[in-house]
């Protein structure tokens, strides 16, 4: 990994005076980045500055072997939103472009929830231009499973999916998926994928209400995760799933995703935009849909909404 600066003490004066900022706004963005987990002592007159390590592209670039995904890869030390960035790339970049950034201060999860993003985790977007204009809603499942399969295979831990965007470990969330689609007519135009992995984000970093619901992957080993490995690792496994994708092979993809789906099989409470629905978790439909009988027996299909699992999960569910 890239060993970003080393050891400063700098004036906060010297810093107003190269921004244009004054002695308070540098102040209050010095605790922003340093709630975003960088290693930034703030004293009365200067901030001290910690060196820290961030994930290296070149390396990723020579180790990285696939056809598709990460052939370009941009990296960035913060951003609002890998997302946002990446849209202003979409029209240029080609076909599995990859955006990395180290912290993000207004990444977002489904339902344009906000995604914590500090130091420590994987935070990025692909950009993929599908060759063929058919129905994309398995893929970003299927790149959900990849990236599940990533985890396990660099970790150990066995962690699993949630349908439809959540990658367990223990019953709390390590990763998640959101995926944007644009259309030009009736044409897929492209999709843009992010990613968010908690590799070794501190929980103590974690906001008071993601500490139940949510862990990271040095907390479950009780030690820290090779980033650019398992960045390597998550690319590969993607790209994977892609060029199965571009073949037209939605069988072993469905296949693929119910290998690490936890959900098929629990009794869930399904929140969608309409109501709120309980019942048991048959199967995974062939877009992708999460098919359900619910508590009057009667058969119902989900595209989207939010899935609690409403029995203990076990570390391999």
């Not at 890998?82 to 990444?107: F, I, Y």
């Not at 843009?192 to 209400?209: Q, S």
């Not at 490995?229 to 199965?244: C, F, G």
Request: overall charge neutral; charged content about 25%.
């Amino acid at each position: 990994m890239i060993f970003l600066g080393s050891n400063a003490q700098i004036p906060l004066s010297e810093l107003a005076e190269k921004t244009s900022a004054s002695v308070q706004e540098i102040g209050e963005s010095i605790q922003r980045l340093s709630m975003l987990g960088y290693p930034l002592n703030l004293r009365s007159d200067s901030v001290e500055r910690l060196p820290i390590h961030t994930i290296n592209r070149q390396e990723l670039e020579t180790s990285l072997r696939s056809q598709k995904i990460g052939l370009r890869i941009e990296w960035k030390l913060h951003v609002r939103s890998t997302q946002e960035e990446m849209k202003k790339l979409r029209q240029e970049a080609p076909d599995g472009t990859v955006l990395l950034a180290e912290t993000q201060d207004s990444g977002k999860g489904r339902l344009a929830r906000r995604w914590f993003s500090p130091l420590g985790g994987i935070w990025m977007s692909l950009l993929l231009k599908p060759s063929l204009s058919k129905s994309h809603q398995i893929l970003p499942l299927a790149l959900g499973a990849a990236v599940t399969r990533a985890i396990r295979a660099t970790t150990g831990l066995s962690t699993c999916l949630k349908w439809p965007n959540d990658v367990i470990v223990r019953s709390r969330k390590v990763a998640g998926i959101l995926s944007e689609a644009t259309c030009e007519g009736d044409r897929l135009a492209s999709i843009i994928v992010g990613v968010g992995v908690n590799a070794n984000v501190r929980r103590a970093t974690l906001p008071r209400e993601l500490v139940r619901i949510a862990t990271s992957l040095s907390h479950e080993l009780g030690k820290d995760v090779n980033r650019n490995l398992l960045t390597l690792r998550t690319l590969e496994e993607m790209d994977k799933a892609y060029l199965v994708f571009e073949a037209g092979q939605g069988i072993e993809l469905l296949n693929d995703v119910r290998e690490v789906c936890s959900t098929i099989g629990r009794e869930v409470e399904i929140t969608t935009t309409e109501a709120r629905y309980t019942g048991e978790a048959q199967e995974i439909g062939g877009n992708g849909q999460l098919i359900v009988r619910l508590r009057n027996g009667e058969m119902a299909q989900f595209y989207a909404g939010d899935v609690v699992h409403l029995r203990q999960e076990s570390d391999l569910s």
